[in-house]
């Protein structure tokens, strides 16, 4: 792995094993992250937020997760996140108050904070947003160019603004592939 140029790999709370994390990947709480086993983060992530992250999960580029250290996204187990995905797990409506980081919440409008869940076999499709307190049951997912605002239902494809079901997920082929996968690596 090359170093990163934003923060230490050992500054992070845990790290597991086969962890592959972008020379530009930016960590802003690196001490509030958990990294398991078998896991890629691609550069040009930025990450300031709480974020635990199971095996085998995938951040592509250029995704952002946010909304300070009290809110945790968690990613669970064969998980990904394609391509400019933002998990948001603090937002406001920008009706009535200062929107920004770098004022005391008594001067902000109606922020809403919370954790995210992305359930195992899920998938956040690229340019897609995820607001807070929102959780991707086991193998639900988000198509590409939508917006996550309630919980998706398992084994269910959503897509649109705000998304929609659209249909059912193999869940099955699904599973039988994860049993396959883990028999021919030895667990």
């Known amino acids: ?4 140029i934003f923060f230490n790999k050992s500054d992070l ?12 990947v930016r960590i802003r709480y690196p001490e509030k992250v958990e990294i398991g086993d078998n896991v890629i983060i691609d550069d040009f992530c930025y990450i300031s937020t709480s974020l635990r992250i199971e095996n085998y999960v995938h951040i592509s580029s250029g995704c952002k997760f946010i909304g300070g250290k009290e809110s945790l996204i968690e990613m669970k187990e064969f998980s990904t996140c394609a391509p400019n995905v933002v998990l948001a797990s603090g937002s406001d409506d920008y009706v009535a108050g200062i929107a920004t980081p770098l004022v005391q919440d008594k001067f902000k409008g109606n922020v809403q904070r919370g954790d ?3 359930g195992r076999h899920s998938i956040v499709g690229a340019n897609s947003c995820v607001m807070p307190n929102v959780i991707f049951n086991d193998g639900s997912c988000l198509g590409a160019l ?4 309630e919980d998706l239902d398992s084994w269910s494809l959503f897509a649109g603004i705000p998304a929609k079901l659209v249909k059912s997920r193999n869940k099955k082929k699904i599973l039988d592939l994860e049993n396959s996968f883990i028999k021919s690596h030895g667990k």
């Open 146 to 149: 939508s917006l996550a605002k």
């Open 1 to 4: 792995m090359t170093d990163n």
């Open 13 to 24: 709370k845990s790290c597991g094993k086969n962890v592959i994390i972008g020379k530009t």
């Open 116 to 118: 995210i869940t992305i």
